[in-house]
């Protein structure tokens, strides 16, 4: 007889990958299929949703070649957030889908500027609410349902039932989280409320597989479909992370930072806002600092060279704000903060882990000013991306932090999904509700 399995899928806009683990949390099966690059025209970033589908199909196939698809009994879908899309009341795409990065609704997400209060997730041209208020003005809105975001359209494609979302990917479309409900302040910005999908928490059971697949893909017609979330938020359960004070940083080319609290944290001034998960919340804020600054003066070969041979316990005293360019929006919010690498010294290597150190210290200023905001100053730190695999960098962030610094085992969006399954079926009865926390993920 087949263990029990939980699958993760992650929806992204290069591919998607899914991921089974068994009742301990082990991944035992992983997969990944391609999609065409979007199509891009300056602001506008737009995919065809039927990609997505597609991609998931063949990457569900390509895993039940060699994990039995009759054991899965759970799975949750997570996608890139603030990517969404116009369906009619059958489901079918009445738009291409707007992607995450699609900055063309500046006009709209000027209104929402000026009605939105300071704790919305929705402010800014890329927000799911801007391009629901654009989307609105296309002669397609009148024969459109529901607006869907990349996650919700795939769990509807599998068999949840059209126009359900999940907190997290509501949030930058308006939705209060602490309220639990769609404010009335959407009105002011004329939102059509009826395209507004209904909200569940993440980890809530939403149905089960449609028989279609149950068919095609040898799926149990018991396999649970479970709300799912956003792709960050994914990714930052695959590391274990769970706790108040438990914290994730990104070292990739920009530095992103995360962490658990107890209570939300919402600052527009610098662009800090919480997704709840279960009892706890997740704040966080992103650099414009991190490894983009190193490829501007090192290659991949430099940096490989050199990393061996750096000193962290021997600090350089330069105090550097690397930047790739003019501009920064946390720790510190000024779009016209200067870069500061000067003065060089002739060493590289001395520049080298200067450049680090100044990132380091970005990141410790990041998580005291969450902490200032009112989230937890971090116990310890999970850390992802690139330069999580430089020991010397760890070394040199530990001692500016003064908290452990670790490498996560798990990064991957669709196995922290794959624990959201598995989280529900373990806390659930079988009736459809949320689980009531995320400790011991």
Not at 36 to 62: H, M, N, Y
Request: glycine share 8%; hydrophobic share 40%; aromatic share 6%.
């Amino acid at each position: 007889m087949s263990e029990d399995l939980f699958l993760g899928i992650d929806l992204g806009t290069s591919g998607c990958r899914v991921v089974a683990i068994n009742e301990s949390g082990a991944a035992v099966g992983r997969s990944h299929a391609s999609l065409p690059p979007p199509q891009r025209q300056g602001e506008i970033i737009e995919q065809d949703p039927k990609q997505w589908w597609q991609a998931v199909q063949q990457a569900l196939r390509s895993l039940f070649a060699s994990v039995p698809a009759s054991a899965v009994r759970a799975l949750a879908v997570d996608g890139t957030s603030g990517t969404v899309l116009l369906v009619d009341a059958k489901g079918n795409p009445l738009t291409p889908a707007l992607l995450y990065n699609d900055s063309r609704s500046r006009t709209e997400a000027q209104l929402i500027a000026e009605q939105a209060p300071p704790n919305s997730g929705a402010f800014g041209a890329t927000s799911s609410l801007a391009k629901l208020l654009h989307l609105q003005a296309r002669p397609e809105v009148r024969q459109a349902a529901y607006l869907l975001h990349q996650a919700d359209w795939i769990a509807f494609r599998l068999g949840a039932k059209l126009g359900l979302s999940d907190e997290n990917n509501c949030l930058k479309t308006g939705y209060d989280p602490r309220r639990r409900e769609w404010p009335a302040w959407l009105e002011q910005v004329r939102t059509r409320s009826e395209l507004l999908p209904s909200v569940v928490p993440p980890g809530t059971i939403i149905g089960t597989v449609h028989p279609a697949h149950v068919k095609a893909l040898g799926l149990s017609p018991k396999a649970a479909l479970v709300a799912g979330t956003t792709d960050s938020i994914a990714a930052f359960l695959a590391t274990g992370a769970g706790k108040p004070g438990d914290a994730v940083t990104s070292l990739g080319s920009t530095l992103a930072l995360k962490i658990a609290s107890e209570h939300p944290l919402f600052s527009a001034k610098y662009g800090v806002y919480s997704h709840r998960l279960g009892n706890l919340w997740l704040a966080g804020g992103a650099s414009n600092s991190g490894g983009a600054v190193l490829r501007q003066y090192f290659t991949q070969a430099q940096l490989d060279e050199m990393t061996p041979q750096l000193r962290p316990e021997q600090p350089t005293g330069l105090s550097y704000y690397p930047l790739p360019a003019q501009g920064e929006r946390f720790p510190i919010p000024d779009f016209q903060y200067p870069p500061r690498l000067t003065p060089r010294p002739p060493d590289d290597l001395i520049f080298f882990q200067a450049i680090l150190e100044g990132i380091a210290r970005i990141e410790a200023q990041g998580y005291r000013q969450l902490q200032a905001l009112g989230a937890p100053f971090p116990q310890q730190v999970r850390t992802t991306g690139g330069g999580a695999h430089n020991p010397a960098w760890t070394q040199i962030r530990e001692q500016m932090l003064k908290v452990p610094v670790t490498i996560a085992s798990e990064t991957e969006a669709a196995y922290g999904s794959a624990l959201l399954a598995q989280r529900a079926l373990t806390c659930s009865s079988g009736a459809t509700a949320p689980c009531p926390d995320l400790d011991n993920l």
